[in-house]
């Protein structure tokens, strides 16, 4: 009798077990149905040469400026329009030196591209030291 009250409870539960088994397999084969990889598409990048442009002689003249080593100027025409103006300082620059040249530069960009939002960082050691912006209304 003993082995019978064993054997009974035992079985029931590999029984369950089974079937809980039985269960999660088909979950997994459904789960693998509906993930399956879609098709490699590459999409064509988007050609933005047409409403980009740069000012060389702003930029040439940016460029004599004293303590200044790297300039970066795009001019956009779509999303309303902006003015980047990004530039790296020399390390014995003296933050009043890059505001004025920030303050000159973002003067002469705001009379020259009045519709445009214009946005000027100094940069000192790849950190924003100045920054002057105005955005458009």
Do not use: W
């Amino acid at each position: 009798m003993k082995k019978r009250q064993i054997i009974v409870p035992l079985s029931l539960s590999l029984l369950l077990l089974g079937a809980c088994n039985a269960d999660t397999e088909k979950a997994t084969d459904v789960d693998k149905e509906q993930t399956e990889p879609t098709e490699n598409v590459v999409k064509e990048p988007v050609d933005k040469s047409e409403t980009t442009t740069t000012n060389d002689e702003l930029k040439e003249e940016f460029e004599k400026e004293e303590g200044v080593s790297e300039v970066s100027l795009i001019i956009t025409e779509d999303a309303g329009g902006f003015v980047l103006l990004d530039f790296e300082v020399t390390e014995d620059m003296k933050k009043e030196d890059a505001e004025k040249i920030s303050k000159k530069y973002y003067e002469r960009l705001e009379k020259e591209y009045p519709e445009h939002s214009v946005d000027i960082q100094a940069r000192k050691s790849g950190e924003t030291f100045v920054q002057e912006t105005k955005a458009t209304k």
